[in-house]
């Protein structure tokens, strides 16, 4: 969990600001449709103000800007002081709060443009933090605490945009894929005529790993117009800026239907990638994750470091009677096999190999030395952690199971499961899994192919540093193709996992191997190892791969 105290002021309070190209950008689309009021909601310095100052803006009657920051206000006010023909009104206030005693009333602005602060939930005072929530209940939308400052902004923009106005923003990229952003692709669709979306490969903002896309919404003249979808335009550099965005939205092909329901992600496939994705759903050897397995979280200690240790730990304060073998991360665990050679291995590259478990043991019956091992986690106020000071006694971790077979939460390349023959134990950051059909080695063998990875790359989510993490909401809506496979099966994955094979020459055995015994095609094979290396390569930010179909 990460801590407001531990943040820095710019990322508390989401100032990452608009270079001045992408704002011209913005700028010279909404101004096609000759608006006669725009409205910003987060203005910062002022750098939309002065794109607009350098455009055609004709017909502009009104921008109603907004900043919460005075000295940003400032600076905003300065920079609209060559805009001479427009009634320019710079308030120094919150948006949200602003909007919230406006949403019901008839919308007022024929544009809206700018850069929301990216900003937590749990970072927001508590009186934005309430209008926020009010805002999803007003319009009877999902709301969850996991929510970041930029998703209301955009609702709110929406609803005081009049029929047939655009709105043209910098939003991060997780708005294609987060539970979060549900309830704004959800408004999008509702209210919009068209969405497009420029997605880039680079990161714009210095100082923070977190991606963005520009975001143009028409909104419907009425709401019984039809939505015609969305459009995701791959960018690799910033050349696009400098043609019409108009050319753009209107050449762009749109999709919609199933392609829009739920996360976003399937729109950056092409038509026959979707069409092979939704016959697999239809291939009776093809079963949804939660049909095959059920998922749980591991073990959650509240103090990692005090709980997972190496053996010179345990030896010191002769911890052997507590101590039990454990993975933690993915790292942990190279191939899809967990046993003894894989402990030894971990214990000669020193990471913690032994979860200490104290039971329920009363503090007064346990040995001098393990005593003494307790105390420096007091020491370090451990035992004032949350997850700590809420069981009793606070050194004894609850929920403490093993299962044959883990998930790791977090993967590079694509999601594996864990044959996990040495029963050790994992924490919250590997999954417990508990098989319903099939035996483990079936399941952990026929889980590493092109469908498996390319659905877990539609339904995950990734952050900064491009990792994919899979919930367990998403993990029970993952494709499985399941063929029947052995325990030596398994070890000669394992094997070939650590040989440093490329991701696209593993799966591309595994395809041959579970796909094709299942009626796919090659073809279709191809395209669903295609698919998943554009996905994955978009996610960590590469170029993509030229890939070979092979006769």
């Known amino acids: 969990m990460n801590f407001k105290i531990d943040e820095t002021p710019t990322k508390l309070r989401g100032g990452y600001y608009t270079d001045p190209d992408i704002a011209a950008f913005l700028l010279k689309w909404v101004l096609s449709i000759h608006p006669k009021s725009i409205l910003e909601p987060s203005c910062g310095d002022g750098v939309f103000l002065r794109g607009l100052s350098k455009l055609n803006t004709n017909g502009v009657k009104l921008i ?79 709301f969850t605490k996991h929510t970041n400052a930029w998703v209301p902004f955009v609702i709110s923009s929406l609803v005081l945009l009049r029929p047939g106005g655009r709105l043209a923003m910098v939003v991060p990229s997780e708005l294609l894929h987060v539970l979060h952003a549900e309830s704004l692709r959800l ?98 050897g093809v079963y949804h994750f939660d049909a095959v397995a059920d998922v749980a979280v591991g073990i959650v200690t509240g103090a990692n470091n005090f709980f997972l240790v190496p053996d010179s730990i345990v030896k010191q304060y002769s911890l052997k009677k507590w101590a039990h073998p454990m993975f933690g991360r993915s790292g942990h665990v190279p191939g899809v096999v967990f046993d003894d050679n894989a402990i030894t291995r971990n214990k000669e590259l020193g990471v913690p190999t032994n979860f200490l478990w104290f039971s329920a043991e009363e503090p007064s019956s346990l040995p001098d030395d393990v005593k003494t091992y307790i105390g420096l986690g007091e020491k370090e106020g451990l035992h004032k952690r949350y997850k700590c000071r809420i069981r009793e006694p606070w050194f004894s971790v609850p929920s403490v199971y093993a299962t044959s077979i883990g998930m790791p939460k977090r993967s590079h390349n694509f999601p594996r499961l864990i044959f996990n023959k040495a029963q050790a134990y994992t924490t919250d950051t590997t999954y417990r899994v508990r098989y319903k059909k099939f035996d483990e080695p079936t399941l952990v063998y026929s889980f590493v192919n092109s469908l498996t990875a390319l659905t877990a790359e539609v339904e995950g989510r990734h952050y900064g540093g491009g990792v994919l993490e899979l919930v367990p909401s998403e993990i029970r809506k993952l494709l499985v193709p399941i063929r029947k496979s052995s325990e030596k099966a398994v070890y000669d994955l394992n094997a070939s996992m650590q040989n440093n094979i490329t991701p696209e020459a593993l799966l591309t055995l595994q395809d041959e191997k579970i796909l094709i015994p299942l009626g796919f095609s090659k073809h279709d094979s191809y395209l669903l190892l295609q698919a998943w290396s554009r996905l994955r390569l978009r996610r960590q930010r590469q170029d993509p791969k030229e890939m070979v179909e092979e006769d």
């Not at 709401?223 to 550099?237: A, C, D, H, L, N």
């Open 187 to 284: 408004y999008l669709a509702k209210v919009c005529s068209r969405v497009l979306i420029f997605d880039p490969q680079e990161l714009w903002f210095e100082g923070t790993l977190q991606g963005a896309i520009l975001l143009l919404a028409e909104k419907k003249n009425s709401p019984e117009e039809q939505f015609k979808g969305i459009s995701i335009i791959p960018t690799r550099s910033k050349d696009f800026l400098s043609e019409n965005p108009e050319d753009y939205f209107e050449k762009a092909k749109y999709t919609n239907g199933e392609t829009v329901k739920g996360k976003w992600m399937l729109a950056l496939l092409t038509s026959a990638e979707r069409e092979v994705l939704s016959k697999a759903k239809a291939n009776s």
């Open 64 to 142: 109603q800007a907004f900043e919460i920051e005075p000295a940003e206000a400032e600076k905003a006010k300065e920079s609209a002081s060559d805009l001479k023909k427009v009634d320019v009104q710079i308030t120094t206030r919150d948006f949200l709060g602003w909007s919230l005693i406006r949403l019901l009333n008839p919308p007022q602005f024929d544009a809206v443009v700018g850069n929301p602060p990216f900003i937590r939930y749990q970072y927001l005072d508590s009186d934005l933090q309430g209008i926020s929530e009010q805002l999803f209940k007003v319009f009877h939308l999902p």
